[in-house]
């Protein structure tokens, strides 16, 4: 201890700090315990201070008198006495970063030495240090045993450990495990050859988490080294990142299916992906640092080279050209680039996508040829296209509407569709609308009126569709068809056929008139005889009365003669009623019994009892029963022109069943000649007949079969040449 003593008082004058504390006899051997026993006189004259000032006070009375401000000095001496064994530290005293060395001797355990570098002879060196302490890396000072004296701030920060925690570590221990003999081996062989390291290595923080340091190492003197450290675990992973994502743009621009070029500024080709080589035909080493307009046709060079001058200088290109293929075949490209440029502003490259549009050119002058050709369809149309929104407002109307309507399709927009509806059907459609407009992708066809602008009525056939949720549609479409002399030829022909059917019954009742002559004849002579007999009784009331009745019995039935053949010459206004089938045979037979009587044909009724009733208009259905009877009548005359036991019409009714439904079937039934073959596929044709001109119009049958289509039945026959003929009616039952 004395030799100890002895060296340092060799400094006492000198410019170092040397302190030297002992511990109070019998205290707890606390820090706060020590007493400064000696302090060199060069500090205190720098302070001006006596040695009464320090010395004989522990630390804890300094820190309370408060000699220096801010400055602990049991902190320091506790920094001092925890790094007494590593005899080297630095530390703050008063200030400014020192470098230390303190010991404990004695064998009591009980002196504390501490030198401290002189601060008025060291200012430089402690704005180095200054510097040191605030440098935005991390250092670690070590001694030669490798163990850690000094840190600054940002090894603290780096670490996350406080300067007293680092303090006496290795800086090896903050590497990771699996990283830690790499480290190691490095650091060592470094420093045995005098080498400055520097290596990256996985380390671990107060808080475990991994970090990346970069650590550089270096002797500084034969005692200490110092170690650099860097942070760079997100710079690792930036670059980490950086070279997946340029190996990422490389696999794109390479891969990419559009066609990539870039091009120095003079127009050559630096470069070229897949895509470009496969479009042009070409391979990478043909095209890279090849001209550009060597590619281009022609007469398109030109144009490309004053697009390429005002791309340099604007930065971006948009052009469409023609391109030649290595087959010869010429393409037609659009362009699309940048230019990369430095700091200073100035050119690096060009960057462009290639795109092959001629195909896509050509799709879209079909598109306009089609639009063109579509739109001068619609313009030339008869029909009229329309859209109609979800209220039923126009959203569109083809120019032609003028034609129909006599508005202009401009005019129209934004108003309602009913107005262009008759007020008669207005409301009709207007719920027809409404039910269709809740049922998506629904249509619907209607045939209505509607009134024009100068307010003349037409009739329009509409086929409608609910396009509701077609994104290019939005609305109903409409298609409206002018049906308006179709509707005027059905009214004429509806007025003609009936004026033929008329013309029919008018023959039939020509056909009859003997016949029903002879019928009103006989009641007329019987009327005429009582009326005689009357006149010639004179007072006998018993004969009188028996005569009026004879008299009132005949008129009768002159009178229901007269009323069946005014219902069959269908003078009175019918519509569909109930009836039952007996009635309509027997009325339509007692028009033509006399006939039939007169010409030796026997007629045999078979009428099934309990048939349901039919709905019909009686006078139409005693035309169709009057014509078959006709019919049969005149093949009967033929094959018989004299009386027979085979000359017999059958007439017979009963039901049946058909598609499931009931019917009531009236069949009339001939043994005459029968219908040939070869006009059996004829017989119901307008003006088809085998009679001569002067005894049939051919229009009979016709006649009758669209009145049995018109009830919603059928007429249909089948036949055996010379042998017979039979006729079916089938109307639907009237029963539910």
Same mark, same amino acid.
């Given at each position: 201890m004395d030799e100890r003593v002895t060296h340092h008082k060799n400094f006492i004058a000198g410019n170092e700090v040397i302190l030297v504390c002992r511990m109070v006899k019998g205290a707890s051997k606390n820090l706060e315990d020590y007493q400064i026993i000696f302090i060199n006189h060069s500090f205190l004259a720098d302070h001006n201070l006596k040695s009464e000032d320090i010395t004989n006070k522990s630390a804890k009375q300094l820190d309370e008198e408060n000699i220096f401000d801010s400055f602990s000095w049991l902190s320091f001496l506790m920094e001092a006495k925890k790094c007494a064994e590593e005899q080297e530290f630095a530390a703050d005293f008063l200030g400014e970063m020192q470098l230390c060395e303190s010991e404990i001797f004695n064998e009591a355990q009980d002196m504390l030495f501490v030198r401290i570098s002189s601060i008025k002879e060291n200012k430089n060196a402690n704005k180095t240090f200054k510097y040191i302490n605030e440098a935005p890396y991390g250092i670690f000072i070590s001694n030669n045993l490798g163990k850690i004296v000094f840190t600054n701030k940002q090894a603290?920060?780096?670490?996350?450990?406080?300067?007293?925690?680092?303090?006496?570590?290795?800086?090896? +221990?903050?590497?990771? =495990?699996?990283?830690?003999?790499? /480290? =190691?081996?490095?650091?060592?062989? =470094?420093?045995?050859?005098?080498?400055?390291?520097?290596?990256?290595?996985?380390?671990?923080?107060?808080?475990?988490?991994?970090?990346?340091?970069?650590?550089?190492?270096? =002797?500084?003197?034969?005692?200490?080294?110092?170690?650099?450290?860097?942070?760079?675990? +997100?710079?690792?992973a930036s670059q980490e990142a950086l070279k997946k994502s340029e190996e990422k743009f490389k696999l794109l621009f390479e891969d990419a299916p559009l066609s990539y070029h870039s091009l120095d500024e003079n127009g050559n080709i630096i470069t070229v992906n897949k895509a470009w080589c496969e479009m042009l035909g070409y391979s990478k080493e043909e095209a890279v640092g090849a001209p550009f307009n060597r590619f281009i046709v022609g007469d398109h060079v030109y144009y490309f080279m004053r697009k390429f001058m005002e791309f340099k200088e604007r930065?971006?290109?948009? /052009?469409?050209?023609?391109?030649?293929?290595?087959?010869?075949?010429?393409?037609?490209?659009?362009?699309?680039?940048?230019?990369?440029?430095?700091?200073?502003?100035?050119?690096?490259?060009?960057?462009?996508?290639?795109?092959?549009?001629?195909?896509?050119?050509?799709? +879209?002058?079909?598109?306009?040829?089609?639009?063109?050709?579509?739109? /001068?369809?619609?313009?030339?149309?008869?029909?009229?296209?329309?859209?109609?929104?979800?209220?039923a407002e126009i959203i569109y109307a083809s120019p032609n509407i003028k034609n129909m309507f006599g508005w202009d399709n401009i005019d129209l927009l934004g108003q309602p569709g009913v107005m262009l509806v008759h007020s008669d059907e207005a409301d009709y459609i207007s719920e027809k609308f409404g039910e269709l407009v809740k049922r998506p992708d629904s249509g619907m066809k209607l045939e209505f009126k509607v009134k024009c602008k100068s307010g003349a009525p037409k009739n329009i056939s509409l086929v409608a569709k609910n396009l509701m949720d077609d994104k290019d549609i939005e609305g109903v479409l409409l298609t409206l068809h002018d049906i308006t002399e179709r509707v005027k030829l059905e009214e004429e022909k509806l007025e003609m056929n009936q004026y033929v059917r008329?013309?029919?019954?008018?023959?039939?009742?020509?056909?009859?008139?003997?016949?029903?002559?002879?019928?009103?004849?006989?009641?007329i002579n019987g009327i005429m005889n009582y009326s005689q007999v009357i006149i010639d009784a004179k007072n006998d009331e018993d004969i009188v009365e028996n005569c009026a009745n004879e008299i009132l019995r005949e008129t009768e039935r002159v009178s229901g003669i007269v009323k069946n053949l005014l219902g069959f010459s269908g003078q009175q206004k019918q519509s569909l009623k109930k009836a039952e089938v007996n009635d309509v045979v027997e009325k339509t037979l007692s028009l033509i019994n006399a006939t039939l009587r007169h010409d030796g044909i026997n007629l045999i009724i078979d009428i099934a009892s309990n048939l349901p009733e039919i709905k019909c208009r009686t006078s139409q259905i005693q035309q169709v029963i009057m014509n078959l009877v006709t019919n049969a009548r005149d093949s009967l005359n033929e094959k018989f022109p004299e009386a027979d036991e085979d000359k017999i019409i059958r007439i017979s009714a009963y039901q049946t069943i058909l598609n499931g439904q009931e019917y009531v079937r009236i069949e009339v039934e001939d043994k005459g000649a029968g219908i040939p073959d070869d006009v059996q596929s004829r017989i119901f044709d307008p003006f088809f007949t085998t009679k001569s001109r002067h005894d049939g119009t051919g229009l009979g049958l016709s006649i009758s079969y669209s009145i049995i289509k018109e009830h919603g039945g059928s007429l249909t026959f089948e036949t055996k040449r010379n042998y017979y003929t039979r006729f079916f009616i089938d109307l639907p039952s009237d029963e539910k």
């Amino acid at each position: 201890m004395d030799e100890r003593v002895t060296h340092h008082k060799n400094f006492i004058a000198g410019n170092e700090v040397i302190l030297v504390c002992r511990m109070v006899k019998g205290a707890s051997k606390n820090l706060e315990d020590y007493q400064i026993i000696f302090i060199n006189h060069s500090f205190l004259a720098d302070h001006n201070l006596k040695s009464e000032d320090i010395t004989n006070k522990s630390a804890k009375q300094l820190d309370e008198e408060n000699i220096f401000d801010s400055f602990s000095w049991l902190s320091f001496l506790m920094e001092a006495k925890k790094c007494a064994e590593e005899q080297e530290f630095a530390a703050d005293f008063l200030g400014e970063m020192q470098l230390c060395e303190s010991e404990i001797f004695n064998e009591a355990q009980d002196m504390l030495f501490v030198r401290i570098s002189s601060i008025k002879e060291n200012k430089n060196a402690n704005k180095t240090f200054k510097y040191i302490n605030e440098a935005p890396y991390g250092i670690f000072i070590s001694n030669n045993l490798g163990k850690i004296v000094f840190t600054n701030k940002q090894a603290q920060k780096i670490t996350g450990y406080t300067n007293k925690e680092i303090i006496g570590k290795l800086l090896l +221990e903050f590497v990771a =495990k699996d990283d830690f003999n790499r /480290a =190691k081996k490095d650091l060592f062989r =470094k420093r045995r050859l005098n080498e400055r390291s520097e290596e990256q290595y996985k380390c671990v923080d107060k808080k475990n988490n991994i970090r990346y340091w970069q650590i550089s190492s270096v =002797k500084i003197d034969e005692r200490h080294f110092v170690g650099f450290v860097n942070d760079v675990t +997100e710079l690792r992973a930036s670059q980490e990142a950086l070279k997946k994502s340029e190996e990422k743009f490389k696999l794109l621009f390479e891969d990419a299916p559009l066609s990539y070029h870039s091009l120095d500024e003079n127009g050559n080709i630096i470069t070229v992906n897949k895509a470009w080589c496969e479009m042009l035909g070409y391979s990478k080493e043909e095209a890279v640092g090849a001209p550009f307009n060597r590619f281009i046709v022609g007469d398109h060079v030109y144009y490309f080279m004053r697009k390429f001058m005002e791309f340099k200088e604007r930065g971006v290109s948009h /052009a469409n050209f023609e391109m030649v293929k290595k087959s010869g075949e010429r393409i037609k490209v659009h362009l699309d680039g940048r230019v990369s440029r430095d700091t200073e502003g100035d050119f690096i490259q060009t960057h462009c996508i290639l795109n092959d549009v001629t195909a896509q050119l050509i799709a +879209e002058r079909k598109l306009i040829d089609s639009e063109k050709k579509y739109s /001068a369809m619609i313009q030339n149309m008869s029909d009229v296209i329309m859209i109609l929104g979800k209220n039923a407002e126009i959203i569109y109307a083809s120019p032609n509407i003028k034609n129909m309507f006599g508005w202009d399709n401009i005019d129209l927009l934004g108003q309602p569709g009913v107005m262009l509806v008759h007020s008669d059907e207005a409301d009709y459609i207007s719920e027809k609308f409404g039910e269709l407009v809740k049922r998506p992708d629904s249509g619907m066809k209607l045939e209505f009126k509607v009134k024009c602008k100068s307010g003349a009525p037409k009739n329009i056939s509409l086929v409608a569709k609910n396009l509701m949720d077609d994104k290019d549609i939005e609305g109903v479409l409409l298609t409206l068809h002018d049906i308006t002399e179709r509707v005027k030829l059905e009214e004429e022909k509806l007025e003609m056929n009936q004026y033929v059917r008329n013309q029919q019954k008018l023959k039939s009742i020509g056909t009859l008139a003997s016949g029903i002559a002879h019928e009103i004849n006989n009641p007329i002579n019987g009327i005429m005889n009582y009326s005689q007999v009357i006149i010639d009784a004179k007072n006998d009331e018993d004969i009188v009365e028996n005569c009026a009745n004879e008299i009132l019995r005949e008129t009768e039935r002159v009178s229901g003669i007269v009323k069946n053949l005014l219902g069959f010459s269908g003078q009175q206004k019918q519509s569909l009623k109930k009836a039952e089938v007996n009635d309509v045979v027997e009325k339509t037979l007692s028009l033509i019994n006399a006939t039939l009587r007169h010409d030796g044909i026997n007629l045999i009724i078979d009428i099934a009892s309990n048939l349901p009733e039919i709905k019909c208009r009686t006078s139409q259905i005693q035309q169709v029963i009057m014509n078959l009877v006709t019919n049969a009548r005149d093949s009967l005359n033929e094959k018989f022109p004299e009386a027979d036991e085979d000359k017999i019409i059958r007439i017979s009714a009963y039901q049946t069943i058909l598609n499931g439904q009931e019917y009531v079937r009236i069949e009339v039934e001939d043994k005459g000649a029968g219908i040939p073959d070869d006009v059996q596929s004829r017989i119901f044709d307008p003006f088809f007949t085998t009679k001569s001109r002067h005894d049939g119009t051919g229009l009979g049958l016709s006649i009758s079969y669209s009145i049995i289509k018109e009830h919603g039945g059928s007429l249909t026959f089948e036949t055996k040449r010379n042998y017979y003929t039979r006729f079916f009616i089938d109307l639907p039952s009237d029963e539910k």
